[in-house]
T-cell receptor
Framework: AQSVTQLGSHVSVSEGALVLLRCNYSSSVPPYLFWYVQYPNQGLQLLLKYTSAATLVKGINGFEAEFKKSETSFHLTKPSAHMSDAAEYFCAPPYNQGGKLIFGQGTELSVKP | KAGVTQTPRYLIKTRGQQVTLSCSPISGHRSVSWYQQTPGQGLQFLFEYFSETQRNKGNFPGRFSGRQFSNSRSEMNVSTLELGDSALYLC????????????FGQGTRLTVV
């Protein structure tokens, strides 16, 4: 079954700086991958989803992710961080065993003024 | 369209008691999953229901159980509560199919004292 690894449990950037959150997937090329975001005291919401249709995926709030088969990666980026981007971000592989969605370990993003 | 609704939002229980949490999925969504989120363990999959049947189960003791009703609403029950059961419990619903997005409720914050 597919799994993902998120590198860095905590990332801190300054406001206006580049945001880079790392996610690597295992084994074969997945048909799709997800990034979810969780704001404090909230549930998760979909940030963006990769399908085989395009390797560069644009999501909400200015985030995007590029699927790189050669690096087995699906890193999340945003050119300029905003204070409101402070949240926890989760990468997730395709559903296992029908409907079992297993998330990565999560990366907490802090944004300094 | 109403989102996923979880009730109650907050709950305080005493060790040894039992608790029932409720989740109303988005209309038309027949798959409902439950997750436990704690600072130390991250997001852990509890179980998934589809059409009133448990389709997947995570690695949790038998004290954790759930069910789904014919209208797709789901409940999860935790018996003989332990301090370590304190967590945010999240419910997610989705339309059946490969690569469909999971929609999350805001969660129930359970504190066991």
């Amino acid at each position: 079954a597919q799994s993902v690894t998120q590198l860095g449990s905590h990332v801190s950037v300054s406001e206006g700086a580049l945001v880079l959150l790392r996610c690597n997937y295992s084994s074969s090329v997945p048909p799709y991958l997800f990034w979810y975001v969780q704001y404090p005291n909230q549930g998760l919401q979909l940030l963006l989803k990769y399908t085989s249709a395009a390797t560069l995926v644009k999501g909400i709030n200015g985030f995007e992710a590029e699927f790189k088969k050669s690096e087995t990666s699906f890193h999340l980026t945003k050119p300029s961080a905003h204070m409101s981007d402070a949240a926890e971000y989760f990468c997730a592989p395709p559903y296992n065993q029908g409907g079992k969605l297993i998330f990565g370990q999560g990366t907490e993003l802090s944004v300094k003024p | 369209k109403a989102g996923v609704t979880q009730t109650p939002r907050y709950l305080i229980k005493t060790r040894g008691q039992q608790v029932t949490l409720s989740c109303s999925p988005i209309s038309g969504h027949r798959s409902v999953s439950w997750y436990q989120q704690t600072p130390g363990q991250g997001l852990q999959f509890l179980f998934e229901y589809f059409s009133e049947t448990q389709r997947n189960k995570g690695n949790f003791p038998g004290r954790f159980s759930g069910r789904q009703f014919s209208n797709s609403r789901s409940e999860m029950n935790v018996s003989t509560l332990e301090l370590g059961d304190s967590a945010l419990y999240l419910c997610a619903s989705r339309v059946e199919g490969q690569g469909t997005e999971a929609f999350f409720g805001q969660g129930t914050r359970l504190t066991v004292v």
